[in-house]
Nanobody, 124 residues
Framework: QVQLVESGGGLVQAGGSLRLSCAASGRTPRPYSMGWFRQAPGKEREFVAAISRSGGSTSYADSVKGRFTISRDNTKNTLNLQMNSLKPEDTAVYYC?????????????????WGQGTQVTVSS
């Protein structure tokens, strides 16, 4: 079992920045591929970004490309999401997720473990 706990959400004005973190604990015999997803009220959970086990490969949704940066520190079992130039449409609950399979995942069903989520609200 892997436990994931997100932090760093909050309220920010449009154009501002936030940094989300996700701490992993439990049985982590090897690094997992990890990702960030978000879910706005009345909408489905959507992919935001993914990172490989080593951190050498990253992928982003088109809506956040160039504004968000995913990173990880395997020595500390942490995952981060630096969010810049935030827009009101970025408002959502953000979830980190871990995937035990090979390769990065791009849809929610690809992931085995989920955090409880952290709220990000961007005001206009």
């Amino acid at each position: 079992q892997v436990q994931l706990v997100e932090s760093g959400g909050g309220l920010v004005q449009a154009g501002g920045s936030l940094r989300l973190s996700c701490a992993a604990s439990g049985r982590t015999p090897r690094p997992y591929s990890m990702g960030w997803f978000r879910q706005a009220p009345g909408k489905e959970r959507e992919f935001v970004a993914a990172i490989s086990r080593s951190g050498g490969s990253t992928s982003y949704a088109d809506s956040v490309k160039g504004r968000f940066t995913i990173s990880r520190d395997n020595t500390k079992n942490t995952l981060n999401l630096q969010m810049n130039s935030l827009k009101p449409e970025d408002t959502a609950v953000y979830y980190c997720a871990a995937r035990s399979g090979d390769g990065k995942g791009y849809v929610a069903r690809d992931y085995d473990y989920w955090g409880q989520g952290t709220q990000v609200t961007v005001s206009s």
